[in-house]
């Protein structure tokens, strides 16, 4: 809470720089959330263990109490309305990218700010900032780190772990707003693309969002900035220490640019995008991130066989340990190699032993069913979307694209997300945004506990 208020406090020096007299829009929102988090310090005796179901019910619940507080910045200095504004504020944080607005652009410059720092701060976690800057080392920060589906270590201490991922994160921040400057953009513009593309959220401050620009160079360093926001960090951090060769070993990396390469062909063979298009519009749907070179009616009137390839990408998603949303490459691999496995199994004599290995590491029964589980479960709360959206009359395909964009976190759109959608349709997307960032399973431990508080009471 303290940390949350802190950061949408942080827009006002935007207020200051461009004379936006708004800044009461943020105080008030940034004191209840500080005030409260204190006061509960003070309250709530200190010690204990926590448990894993701990750390789960506490990061469903301050991706929660984010959206809430970056709604209220919105419904005091906008006037919208508490869906809308929650809708706005809880695609931000999670990096889904998908807008009640219609006209961005006329949007205050600190409200735009505050969308891409919601973005850039969500891409690594909101739970994953408070290790970093508060929590000690040992098991209450084991556990708050694996609550937002978080397993690597980059290092042997958790917060040493995660204070690395924020180095590599502001470094390739930092080289991001370097390159969109060089390229010709202003130094705002080029600090919101590079918060909004590198934490995959891709929520733009143009309406045109990055075709708004005009400009290949441009375009390319986006594709640059998604990629390296859907690449594993341990990945970036080996790299960075010149082990160039682990990331051609990665079995995420290398299943990344295999789906990019045959699926741009393939989506550019339907001879209604330009090669450099069909690559954007994969990279950015298999990253998650959202990010468009081309208009809204321009996707709409996608075939439907485009559509199914951006589709399949939404859910794909690219490697764990990233910013990235949806199942993740791992899983995929992972099913296709079990399904592979349990062939051979079959097919060759009895007594054989299999290899069960991904990248050189052994694969366990426990990780298989991990993935499959997983992925079924994923599914299912898709349908749940789906079959809503279905219920409100709009195309059954077009609906499937929409959740399926809110569920990865991606933020493609098909003309679906609007100010003008029914209210429950807007609730039930926002859940999906909500389970697809947290990868479902705390969600579920927190209406579990949920349950349990009221069969005591």
């Known amino acids: 809470m303290q940390g949350i208020g802190v950061v949408v406090l942080l827009p006002i020096i935007v207020s200051l720089i461009y004379g936006e007299n708004n800044y009461i829009s943020f105080i008030i929102p940034s004191a209840i959330s500080i005030t409260i988090g204190t006061l509960i310090k003070q309250i709530v005796p200190s010690g204990g263990s926590i448990r894993l ?11 929660l109490w984010a959206a809430l507080i970056g709604s209220l910045v919105m419904i005091i200095g906008l006037k919208m309305g508490f869906v809308d504004a929650y809708f706005e504020n809880m695609s931000a944080w999670t ?4 807008t009640m607005f219609l006209d961005v652009e006329i949007l205050p410059k600190s409200i735009l700010f505050l969308r891409s720092l919601e973005q850039w701060i969500g891409g690594v976690g909101v739970v994953i900032v408070v290790i970093g800057i508060l929590i000690r080392p040992g098991t209450a920060a084991s556990r708050l780190y694996k609550s937002e589906a978080r397993e690597e270590r980059i290092k042997p201490s958790i917060p040493n772990t995660v204070k690395t991922i924020w180095w590599i994160y502001l470094f390739y921040t930092i080289l991001g707003i370097v390159l969109y400057g060089l390229a010709g953009m202003s130094l705002f513009d080029a600090i919101n693309n590079t918060m909004t593309n590198l934490s995959t959220g891709g929520m733009s401050i143009k309406n045109g969002n990055i075709g708004a620009y005009g400009s290949d160079l441009i375009t390319i360093i986006t594709i640059f900035l998604m990629i390296v926001g859907g690449t594993s960090f341990l990945v970036h951090y080996r790299v960075l220490k010149g082990n160039v060769k682990f990331a051609l070993k990665d079995i995420q990396f290398q299943a990344m640019f295999i789906i990019v390469a045959l699926f741009s062909i393939l989506i550019f063979m339907s001879g209604k995008i330009i090669p450099l298009d069909s690559i954007f519009n994969v990279v950015s749907a298999l990253s998650c991130t959202g990010s468009s070179t081309q208009t809204l009616p321009q996707m709409i009137a996608w075939p439907s066989y485009v559509k199914i390839l951006i589709l399949t990408c939404m859910v794909m998603g690219m490697a764990a340990g990233s910013t990235t949303g949806a ?6 691999v992972t099913l296709l190699k079990g399904v592979y496995w349990e062939l051979m199994k079959i ?3 009895e007594g054989s032993v299999i290899p069960r290995k991904i990248s ?6 426990v990780e298989i069913r991990e993935a499959s589980s997983y992925t079924s479960i994923y599914i299912i709360f898709l349908l749940f979307g789906w079959l809503v959206l279905a219920a409100y009359g709009y195309d059954p395909l077009n609906s499937l694209y929409e959740i399926a964009s809110a569920q990865g976190n991606v933020g493609f759109s098909l003309g679906i997300t609007s100010p003008f959608m029914p209210d429950i349709a807007k609730i039930v997307m926002v859940f999906n945004m909500w389970i697809g960032r947290l990868e479902i399973i705390p969600v579920l431990i927190l209406v579990r506990g949920g349950l349990e508080l009221l069969k005591r009471s």
């Open 53 to 63: 179901k701990h750390g789960m019910i506490i990061a469903a619940l301050a991706w």
């Open 347 to 349: 097919l060759t004599p």
């Open 360 to 365: 050189g590491k052994t694969v366990s029964d």
């Open 327 to 332: 199942i993740k490459l791992i899983r995929i």
């Open 95 to 98: 990096g889904s990218g998908l």
